[in-house]
């Protein structure tokens, strides 16, 4: 069964990286807008068919491919504080007042994610792929009886927020280095939150299944993941220069916003939001800024982690995915690529 498969937009050519932001802005518009052309082109049956054949493919995957998640990449914490906003938040922003600061826009997408997964003082709550922990603080810190428990396949990232707890004196965190799709983890949750993870999976249904053996009946599943509007696809990938392209999109698979709908064996859906990709855009934008503003200090961490000679290259990969991400989510307004927000329940 055959899946969409687009080409990379030109942007991730080395080359390319020597060239002034502004032209290559114009580039990714342009190869973005000729996709687009392409996706659009198809009759509506192929569009579907493009979609169910995605759905079926995936059934057959592992639930998640080696190296699918960012084990293999710098998950330095010093190289994130460079990089990210206060909370370290690595998923979309929301600049729910343009004025915002970047520290703002974290802090009402944790808000907005809390009140649509029906957060209440009490819950047993686990973050899945919390990263470095930015949520589970923000929830600790609102909702002082509520248990919260993050979880991310990386050691860093839950030392980080261990230190942080400890420092805040929040007790009611506790954060684990495993990887969910071999967890052994046997405690059961009211909420489960997705937030920047559901996109790293292959087997979706898989991972349901996964999630839905961790919840309490009649938990609710809050899912974030960056998506098309209309289209699944993949990407494929010419060169293996070209690997930074996998932190904009995992495994090369750009998810349709329905694609999750699919995979109900063992949830309903009770609620789908829509997040305009402006705020993916400015985001991205933001911390672009940053790499630019600190681009010596992150230059020397880079150097530290990969060497010097290949130092440029990857950090230069890296902004690449940044430009790109921000091009792409500002298309159209916002209105082709975005962040979807959907709320399950786990079948009783
Ligand atoms: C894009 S980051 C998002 C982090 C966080 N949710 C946020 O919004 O800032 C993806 C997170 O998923 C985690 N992750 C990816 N695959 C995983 C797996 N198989 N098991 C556990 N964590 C995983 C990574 O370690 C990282 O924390």
Avoid at 225 to 249: E, G, N
Wanted: hydrophobic share 40%; net charge neutral.
């Amino acid at each position: 069964m055959e899946t969409l498969v687009l080409e990379p937009v030109g942007v991730l050519h080395p080359v390319l990286q020597k060239l002034p932001d502004f032209l290559v802005r114009r580039l990714i518009r342009r190869d973005v807008a000729s996709q687009l052309r392409y996706l659009y082109g198809l009759s509506a049956e192929e569009q579907l068919q493009g979609l169910v054949n995605f759905v079926q493919n995936a059934k057959q995957m592992p639930v998640m491919e080696a190296g699918g998640s960012f084990r293999d990449e710098l998950y330095d914490v010093d190289f994130f504080k460079l990089l990210l906003g206060k909370h370290l938040k690595y998923s979309c922003l929301l600049y729910e007042d343009p004025s915002f600061t970047d520290e703002q826009a974290e802090e009402a997408m944790f808000k907005l994610c809390c009140d649509r997964a029906r957060i209440e003082d009490g819950q047993r709550i686990l973050d899945l792929g919390g990263g470095y922990g930015g949520l589970v603080m923000y929830i600790a810190q609102k909702f002082p009886s509520c248990q919260i428990t993050s979880i991310a396949d990386s050691r860093v990232q839950t030392e980080h927020i261990r230190e942080e707890c400890r420092k805040r004196g929040l007790v009611n965190v506790e954060a684990i280095d495993c990887d969910i799709t071999s967890t052994k983890i046997t405690q059961n949750f009211d909420r489960i939150f997705c937030i920047g993870v559901f996109e790293h999976m292959t087997n979706y249904q898989k991972f349901m299944k996964i999630v839905s053996n961790l919840m309490n009946e009649g938990g609710l599943f809050f899912v974030e993941h960056p998506c098309h509007k209309l289209f699944a696809y993949r990407t494929v990938i010419l060169a293996k220069a070209f690997c930074f392209f996998a932190s904009l999109l995992p495994g090369n698979r750009m998810l349709a916003d329905a694609l999750p709908l699919y995979f109900q064996d063992d949830f309903v859906i009770l609620d789908h939001w829509r997040v305009n990709g402006t705020h993916q855009g400015r985001s991205c934008e933001a911390w672009m800024r940053n790499l630019d503003a600190k681009f010596d200090q992150v230059h020397a961490l880079f150097a530290k982690a990969y060497g010097e000679d290949k130092a440029s290259k990857r950090l230069g990969g890296f902004r690449s995915n940044l430009l790109l991400g921000t091009e792409m989510f500002n298309f159209n307004n916002g209105e082709e690529w975005f962040v979807s927000h959907k709320l399950f329940q786990k079948r009783l």
